[in-house]
């Protein structure tokens, strides 16, 4: 009997989320592609609020985190979705870099005041390249790159660098890879 609750409240929690990812949504897993051995071939996935390598998820395709696309249709750009459509990457920060975070129902109410913040802005290439509409003004978006860099808590994060603004950690060049897969299980 006990198994039989614990088996439906496990089924009444994990339909919510199932029902919010729209049918025949494409899943995709997020991958780093770098010069340097150590920043190549690490799976993202996100937890609490932060997306990166964590040390038990970012060596394969399998533990790594699932995420599904939809179409932003005012700028034809894409929304990266983690579990469900709550969910939502995002790239947010000071100083030159925009971190890749997850955010919960981001819009312009949810976003810290003075905290430069863009959702919905990505774009898959032919080769899974992952790239951003980039509304910045003059040369400034032909110099932005994704970078990678490796933090106290043993995490490698990612993030929009400006190109030009000095920061006080290192970081390294990456591209940013999207891998279709199967629907999480």
Do not use: C
């Given at each position: 009997m006990?198994?039989?609750?614990?088996l439906?409240?496990?089924?009444?929690?994990?339909?919510?989320?199932?029902?919010?990812?729209?049918?025949?949504?494409?899943?995709?897993?997020?991958?780093?592609?770098?010069?340097i051995?150590?920043?190549?071939?690490?799976?993202l996935?996100?937890?609490?609020g932060?997306?990166?390598?964590?040390?038990?998820?970012?060596s394969?395709?399998s533990?790594a985190?699932?995420?599904?696309?939809?179409?932003?249709?005012?700028?034809?750009?894409?929304?990266?979705?983690?579990?469900?459509?709550?969910?939502?990457?995002?790239?947010?920060?000071?100083?030159?870099?925009?971190d890749?975070?997850?955010?919960?129902?981001?819009?312009?109410e949810?976003?810290?005041?003075?905290?430069?913040?863009?959702?919905?802005?990505?774009?898959?290439?032919?080769?899974?390249?992952?790239?951003?509409?980039?509304w910045a003004?003059?040369d400034?978006?032909?110099?932005r790159?994704?970078?990678?860099?490796?933090?106290?808590d043993g995490?490698?994060?990612?993030g929009?660098?400006?190109?030009?603004?000095?920061?006080?950690?290192?970081?390294?060049?990456?591209?940013?890879i999207?891998?279709?897969?199967?629907?999480?299980?």
């Open positions: 006990k198994s039989a609750l614990l439906a409240a496990v089924a009444g929690l994990l339909a919510p989320v199932l029902a919010d990812v729209p049918a025949g949504a494409q899943w995709y897993t997020l991958k780093t592609k770098a010069k051995n150590t920043l190549s071939n690490q799976y996935t996100s937890q609490n932060k997306i990166g390598g964590f040390a038990s998820t970012r394969a395709p533990p985190g699932k995420f599904f696309t939809s179409t932003y249709e005012g700028t034809k750009t894409l929304s990266f979705h983690f579990g469900n459509d709550t969910h939502q990457a995002a790239l947010s920060g000071k100083g030159g870099v925009l890749l975070i997850d955010m919960e129902n981001p819009s312009a949810t976003v810290p005041a003075g905290v430069p913040t863009e959702w919905s802005v990505f774009t898959i290439g032919q080769g899974g390249e992952v790239g951003v509409k980039d003004e003059g400034i978006a032909a110099r790159k994704w970078i990678m860099w490796l933090e106290t995490v490698y994060y990612v929009l660098w400006d190109g030009v603004t000095l920061q006080p950690r290192s970081f390294a060049n990456i591209t940013l999207a891998e279709k897969t199967t629907p999480p299980s």
